[in-house]
């Protein structure tokens, strides 16, 4: 009886150190970066804002990750249920678990530009490097009449042909808010105004602020 239970055991072994050598290369796998889309707003793209975000990330296999270099079993699990390796993380050392994130996102963010968050790629397995996270900045719409170019803005604006004769003061709304202008006497239709520091902040260096471009045309 002894006999048998011990060949069992044997056996059991066996296939489990069997499974070890074979898993034991991903077991130390250094976390890949990862990429994700993520959208902004315009008040995030102007002024820069801490966000929350949920991300599902690759990390250890909690059911058999290594400890201090020997494989660490889950003792809630029966030994049989390991003969054929961790059933948890189909033998891959790892598992997806949703994770909440607060990063913050500095203003002038455009279409391309990549925000790097350290270490939230895929959790390196047992002591191995973490992965980074990019997230890849995809603003929202400008409003109606908005175009963006890096940093400056053009913005075409319809006014009565009156205005553009006499010259006068113009209230429009820019992307920061309402701003009385200026317009000369005898404007002609199509001609531009430039306002500073009515557009973007520079994503490399936000203290930097783009200009609007205000095409006046006439009803
Ligand atoms: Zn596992």
Redesign the pocket.
């Known amino acids: 009886m002894g006999e048998r239970v011990s060949e069992a055991t044997g056996e059991l072994s066996e296939r489990l150190n069997k499974w070890y050598r074979k898993s034991a290369r991903s077991l130390f796998e250094k976390g890949s970066d990862e990429r994700l889309k993520l959208n902004i707003d315009l008040i995030t793209s102007l002024h820069g804002k801490q966000v929350r975000i949920a991300i599902q990330r690759s990390v250890a ?5 290594l400890e201090g270099g020997h494989l660490r079993i889950n003792p809630s699990i029966p030994a049989a249920q390991w003969a054929d ?11 997806t678990r949703r994770e909440e994130l607060s990063v913050y996102v500095p203003p002038g963010g455009d279409k391309g530009d990549k925000l790097k968050v350290s270490q939230k790629g895929s959790e390196g397995l047992n002591g191995a490097a973490d992965g980074d996270l990019y997230l890849l900045l995809t603003p929202a719409d400008l409003p109606t009449g908005f175009k963006r170019s890096g940093s400056d803005v053009e913005l075409n604006q319809q006014v009565s042909a009156d205005l553009l004769t006499r010259g006068g003061v113009l209230s429009i709304q820019t992307l920061r808010g309402p701003l009385n202008i200026k317009v000369p006497k005898n404007f002609q239709s199509g001609k531009k105004l430039m306002i500073p520091e009515q557009g973007f902040p520079l994503w490399s260096d936000p203290t930097q602020i783009g200009k609007l471009t205000v095409c006046l045309r006439a009803i």
Do not use: K, S
């Open positions: 296999c909690p059911d058999c990750q390796g961790c059933q948890r993380c189909a033998e891959t050392g790892r598992v």
